[in-house]
């Protein structure tokens, strides 16, 4: 499998294609990494070197790799974090290129906009275009809960609205939704859920809660459960793996004290988790 991975890199830490690329990889995934920003760590650390890139470097990339003749051999596209609406347009002009080459190629788009307690921490403009252009277009997406209520326009507080509001994003276009981080009404203290849909049904899978915050985990559990959902055609199946991996990951974060995601240190995780979890039809 080929994946086009377009998001932001950093030199140290794993955040961004430094998260998503090597868990895929480790699963025997070909991914071909297209690079947003260049910066020396993330941004949560208050300073940082290097420099973000426009949207006709991305676009002069992508020509490259349909110079070489190669787009009709991947099998799909994975976004993240989108610094500006110039790469936006690079990206979204990078799925049409892909799928006029391969029609059965998938687009994964990972909606960041912001967090609950945090609100909106991208440029302006950028929430409406994950709303109106980046969203639509996808085959699957994997909002947090705050990204959820946005883009769905709804308050969610309990299971019931969060499925209603992904029903409402399913209407937008993508076929298969994962809710990360959601916390409702219905989610005991010491846990946390995340929630999958696709033409099947509603799936939750409910982890322990762990007491860290960490950059890089969004970007990697989209990655993983886009590349499961695509080996399996199955949303619950991507969200049993993914999840499992993802927690186990944390879990080896946490032990460690570590600032930075073990992706590199845990990475057995990604293969064969240390923890399973039961999927739940909802």
């Known amino acids: 499998m080929n994946i086009l991975s377009i998001q932001s890199w950093v030199t140290y830490g794993h955040v961004g294609n430094a998260s998503a690329v090597f868990p895929m990889q480790r699963l025997g995934c070909e991914v071909w990494a297209i690079h947003t920003v260049q910066f020396s760590n993330h941004t949560g650390y208050g300073a940082w070197k290097g420099r973000v890139y426009d949207g006709t470097m991305v676009d002069e990339l992508v020509e490259g790799l349909a110079d070489r003749g190669v787009l009709g051999r991947c099998d799909g596209v994975l976004s993240g974090y989108m610094g500006s609406s110039d790469i936006g347009n690079a990206i979204m002009a990078a799925v049409d290129k892909v799928r006029t080459a391969n029609p059965a190629a998938t687009y994964c788009c990972d909606?960041?906009?912001?967090?609950?307690?945090?609100?909106?921490?991208?440029?302006?403009?950028?929430?409406?275009?994950?709303?109106?252009?980046?969203?639509?277009?996808?085959?699957?997406?994997?909002?947090?809960?705050?990204?959820?209520?946005?883009?769905?326009?709804?308050?969610?507080?309990?299971?019931?609205?969060?499925?209603?509001?992904?029903?409402?994003?399913?209407?937008?276009?993508?076929?298969?939704?994962?809710?990360?981080?959601?916390?409702?009404?219905?989610?005991?203290?010491?846990?946390?859920?995340?929630?999958?849909?696709?033409?099947?049904?509603?799936?939750?899978?409910?982890?322990?809660?762990?007491?860290?915050?960490?950059?890089?985990?969004?970007?990697?559990?989209?990655?993983?459960?886009?590349?499961?959902?695509?080996?399996?055609?199955?949303?619950?199946?991507?969200?049993?793996?993914?999840?499992?991996?993802?927690?186990?990951?944390?879990?080896?974060?946490?032990?460690a004290g570590s600032r930075e995601i073990l992706t590199v240190g845990a990475q057995d995780e990604f293969v064969t988790p240390s923890w399973r979890f039961p999927v739940e039809k909802v």
């Open 111 to 255: 909606p960041v906009i912001g967090d609950v307690g945090r609100g909106i921490f991208v440029r302006p403009g950028i929430p409406e275009f994950m709303r109106d252009k980046a969203v639509p277009a996808a085959d699957v997406i994997t909002p947090n809960r705050f990204e959820l209520e946005y883009l769905s326009g709804q308050a969610i507080r309990t299971l019931g609205d969060a499925k209603s509001a992904v029903s409402a994003l399913h209407a937008l276009g993508p076929k298969v939704v994962l809710v990360t981080s959601l916390d409702v009404q219905e989610t005991p203290d010491d846990a946390i859920d995340l929630l999958a849909s696709d033409a099947t049904g509603f799936y939750r899978l409910r982890t322990p809660r762990l007491g860290l915050s960490i950059n890089g985990a969004g970007d990697a559990i989209a990655a993983l459960f886009n590349l499961h959902w695509k080996r399996f055609g199955s949303a619950a199946q991507a969200l049993d793996l993914a999840g499992a991996s993802v927690y186990g990951l944390l879990k080896r974060t946490e032990e």
